[in-house]
């Protein structure tokens, strides 16, 4: 079935740094990828999504590119602040005999030192 | 905007017991809704999607016995934690879409966290 592989667990940074999230993904279709962000005791919060091969999506300073040759959808930002500690999910929406679901990837805890 | 409503926000319930917990759209006509978990520390696993007008397909490891999920109409649904046990705990997600729209993503609510006691 559908998956969803985040490499990193957690990371660790100073405000300032560059983020990368590592996001890939193994699909029978053509999905849609998506990025979330949720914070301690809150739901997950749509960042942005891409839907076919090159696109850029972005959102707060955060972006990825979906990559349909390496099946990757990474998230970068240039310059991190200790705000945007949170927990990342890199997620897949597609069509599975006949439903449209998402399929998250396990998550990223991002901790930023101020 | 499409925006999702869940409720209650927190509830605790005690071991053996059942919590029942609802999701509204509004905005929007929420014909597809799918209802997640995620328990303490892990990713959100996918717990059944429900279309209006047609059956409620459940995945693997999760039971219309153990979850009963209502879909009545295009704004609400609820879903009900049967025999709550402490492997039960953790944030319930519901998320709709709009099958009719192309392209539509689902909306996703502020979840409902349960805690088992």
């Known amino acids: 079935g559908d998956s969803v592989t985040q490499t990193e667990g957690q990371v660790a940074l100073s405000e300032e740094d560059f983020l990368t999230i590592h996001c890939n993904y193994s699909a029978s279709g053509y999905p849609a990828l998506f990025w979330y962000v949720q914070y301690p005791g809150e739901g997950p919060q749509f960042l942005f999504r891409a839907s076919r091969d090159k696109e850029k999506g972005s959102s707060r300073g955060f972006e990825a590119t979906y990559d349909k040759g390496t099946t990757s959808f990474h998230l970068r930002k240039a310059s991190v602040q200790e705000s945007d500690s949170a927990v990342y999910y890199c997620?897949?929406?597609?069509?599975?005999?006949?439903?449209?679901?998402?399929?998250f990837g396990a998550g990223t805890r991002l901790k930023v030192i101020a | 905007g499409a925006l999702v409503y869940q409720y209650p926000r927190r509830t605790i319930c005690k071991s053996g017991t059942s919590m029942r917990m609802e999701c509204q759209a509004v905005?929007?006509?929420?014909?597809?809704v799918a209802w997640y978990r995620q328990s303490p520390q892990k990713t959100f696993e996918l717990i059944a999607l429900s279309t209006v007008n047609s059956a409620i397909k459940y995945e693997q490891n999760f039971t219309q016995e153990k979850f009963p999920i209502s879909h009545p109409n295009l704004s609400f649904s609820s879903m009900t934690v049967l025999n709550a046990y402490l492997e039960d705990r953790g944030l319930y997600l519901c998320?709709?879409?709009?099958?009719?729209?192309?392209?539509?993503?689902?909306?996703f609510g502020s979840g409902t966290r349960l805690l088992v006691i």
């Open positions: 998320g709709a879409r709009d099958e009719g729209q192309a392209n539509s993503d689902y909306t």
């Open positions: 997620a897949l929406g597609d069509q599975v005999t006949g439903n449209y679901k998402y399929v």
């Open positions: 905005g929007f006509q929420a014909t597809s």
